[in-house]
């Protein structure tokens, strides 16, 4: 199973854009990489998806390297909202499903006024 | 997208006593999925319930204490048997759907 790492923490202003980096050296080739969002006593809520390049949907976008050892979550115009912490998951979820998933420690983003 | 519901979403029980948690989806899903989320850390998976197998269980998790049922494509429960203070953390259901996950909102066990 591809191991993540993620910053902790960030805090960022409102308006801001929020760049959060996952490492994932690991990473196989049939592995994606999705980041989910999880307020409190809520479960988790996925954001985005990817497998290369860049994916960008209504919510944000994904910057994913050559390489595919590390990507990049963007959130736009950051809200007091989007304070939460983000999960980044690697695997492989088309044979074996999420059962092949891990979740990491997350980042706990705090949007401040 | 699917839509799960989960009972009960809080509780408190004594020392040695069992809680089944309750989980429906509005859809029919091949895997259901069982979360443990400790107060401050990440999510573990517990079990995969499939629908007509036994579930499997993950590296530290055991059927005597956390059996499940999944009697049809839409529902599953999960006990939490004979339980301590340690087993208070919260417990997600979850689906894989269109290659996604999406969560209940989680029944948050206290043990006294």
């Known amino acids: 199973l591809a191991k993540t790492t993620q910053p902790i923490s960030m805090d960022s202003y409102e308006g801001q854009e929020v760049n959060i980096t996952c490492s994932h050296n690991?990473?196989?080739?049939?592995?994606?990489i999705t980041w989910y969002q999880q307020f409190p006593s809520q479960g988790p809520r996925f954001i985005i998806q990817g497998y290369k390049t860049k994916v960008t949907n209504e919510v944000a976008s994904l910057f994913i390297p050559a390489d595919r050892k590390s990507s990049t979550l963007s959130l736009p115009r950051v809200s007091l909202s989007d304070t939460a912490v983000y999960y980044c998951?690697?695997?492989?979820?088309?044979?074996?499903?999420?059962?092949?998933?891990?979740f990491g420690i997350g980042t706990k983003l705090q949007v401040i006024p | 997208s699917a839509v799960i519901s989960q009972k009960p979403s809080r509780d408190i029980c004594q020392r040695g006593t069992s809680l089944t948690i309750q989980c429906q989806v509005d859809?029919?899903?091949?895997?259901m999925f069982w979360y443990r989320q400790q107060p401050g850390q990440s999510l573990t998976l517990i079990a995969t319930?499939?629908?007509?197998?036994?579930?499997?269980?993950e590296s530290g998790f055991v059927i005597d204490k956390f059996p499940i049922s999944r009697p049809n494509l839409t529902f599953s429960t999960l006990t939490v048997s004979n339980m301590s203070p340690e087993d208070s953390s919260i417990y997600l259901c979850?689906?894989?759907?269109?290659?996604?996950?999406?969560f209940g909102s989680g029944t948050q066990l206290s043990v006294l």
């Open positions: 319930a499939n629908q007509g197998s036994e579930a499997t269980y």
């Open positions: 998951l690697v695997g492989d979820i088309t044979t074996g499903g999420y059962q092949k998933v891990t």
């Open positions: 859809s029919q899903v091949t895997m």
């Open positions: 979850s689906v894989d759907s269109n290659e996604k996950l999406f």
């Open positions: 690991n990473i196989a080739t049939n592995d994606y």
